[in-house]
């Protein structure tokens, strides 16, 4: 979504929508924002994924540890990641990554 919110709190809201199919393992919408300097990410929260072709809504909310987002410009990346059974271990399967940019607001 092109608008992100961050509580009084410091935590931020980030959402939108996606669609996957198939999997093996359980499959999650993680999310991280940026501003200014893109190669420094703070992961905002992730949700768990409905795989079966429709699209659907994703919410995650998370408080960077480090810093205070502001409101104003932001870049937000959002990834679809399955983790598939492999041995003993699951390993991560990337399906998509979608990034852009996003206002956040004060909520």
């Known amino acids: 979504d092109p608008v992100g919110r961050i509580a009084a709190d410091g935590s931020v809201t980030l959402s939108g929508?996606?669609?996957?199919?198939?999997?093996?393992?359980?499959?999650?919408v993680s999310s991280n924002v940026s501003q200014g300097d893109q190669s420094v990410r703070y992961g905002i929260g992730g949700t768990r994924?409905?795989?079966?072709?429709?699209?659907?809504?994703w919410v995650n909310t998370g408080t960077p540890d480090t810093v205070v987002l502001e409101p104003g410009a932001a870049h937000v990346e959002a990834t679809l990641m399955e983790l598939r059974?492999?041995?003993?271990?699951?390993l991560p399967s990337f399906h998509a990554r979608q990034a852009r940019d996003v206002t956040l607001t004060a909520s």
């Open 17 to 28: 929508t996606y669609r996957c199919t198939g999997g093996t393992g359980p499959v999650f």
């Open 85 to 90: 059974p492999m041995g003993i271990v699951p």
């Open 49 to 57: 994924a409905v795989c079966d072709g429709l699209e659907h809504r």
